[in-house]
């Protein structure tokens, strides 16, 4: 079966003051991928899919999601449309149990469904936190957990929203290398129900989840392929000694 765009950009440009951002980006993910995000720091990784959340708005360009265009829609709708962002941390409520902090994220994706009971929440809660591996800690406080914990958490609260495409913004920033073999294994398992764009610097962890990565920098995109051409890739390479 032909794969399907999900989500494209059209000339997508952030602008502050005269730094350009993100500059002139066209870009399509596909239904089904795991699409990697890379490039060096400050290349506009962020700042894109700021963009795409819909928590920044463009300076110019459009952005489609499953042929609607979104450029203009709240973050909050293109959640409901099943776009949904993980935040590195910010977005856990420290003092809430875990199970609390998926239940709110599960309420707020059964609002879509009319009709939902308290009971459902319940069960979209549990399937999420099941699906980290969370379910034992269901009862503690979100803020007392160890980082990479919070992290998985913080997944979960994505999955619970149901998205159809999950941004990732630098997922294993801070968990050690058995978390990390964990977490991977949970993105491929993630894959199966959504498409996954992950802003990551640990390239062992793209090469071996991506199926194409597009590489930043200076907010433009510097190449794109699949895991195999962008490590052959000279540009690439220059971009991240510094030469490029
Ligand atoms: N709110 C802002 N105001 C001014 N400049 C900003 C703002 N947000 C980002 N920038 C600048 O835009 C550029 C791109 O930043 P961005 O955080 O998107 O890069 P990144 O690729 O995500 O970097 P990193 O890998 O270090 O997280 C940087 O030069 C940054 O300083």
Request: aromatic share 4%; charged share 20%; glycine share 10%.
């Amino acid at each position: 079966m032909a794969s399907v765009s999900l989500l494209s950009t059209k000339g997508l440009s952030r602008h502050f003051g005269g730094l350009k951002a993100v500059d002139n980006v066209d870009f399509t993910i596909r239904e089904g991928e795991i699409r990697a995000l890379i490039g060096p720091n400050g290349a506009g990784k962020t700042t894109f899919v700021s963009l795409l959340a819909g928590r920044i708005a463009p300076s110019a360009g459009s952005i489609e999601f499953l042929g609607k265009d979104i450029t203009n829609l709240p973050a909050h709708k293109r959640v409901r449309d099943g776009i949904a962002y993980t935040f590195q941390i910010t977005s856990i409520y420290p003092t809430l149990t875990v199970f609390d902090n998926v239940a709110l994220s599960a309420q707020s994706a059964l609002r879509r469904h009319p009709g939902s009971k308290r009971s459902d929440i319940a069960e979209k809660a549990q399937e999420a936190l099941d699906r980290v591996g969370l379910a034992d800690r269901m009862g503690e406080k979100a803020g007392t957990m160890a980082y990479g914990h919070q992290r998985l958490l913080e997944v979960a609260m994505g999955l619970a929203l149901e998205p159809k495409l999950l941004i990732l913004d630098e997922p294993t920033q801070g968990l050690s290398d058995s978390e990390i073999e964990s977490f991977c294994r949970l993105v491929k398992e993630i894959a199966t129900s959504a498409t996954v764009l992950l802003i990551e610097h640990n390239m062992p962890v793209v090469m071996q989840l991506a199926d194409t990565i597009t590489v930043l920098n200076h907010g433009q995109i510097l190449a794109e392929g699949s895991p195999g051409d962008i490590r052959a890739n000279a540009a690439v390479q220059a971009a991240y000694l510094g030469t490029g």
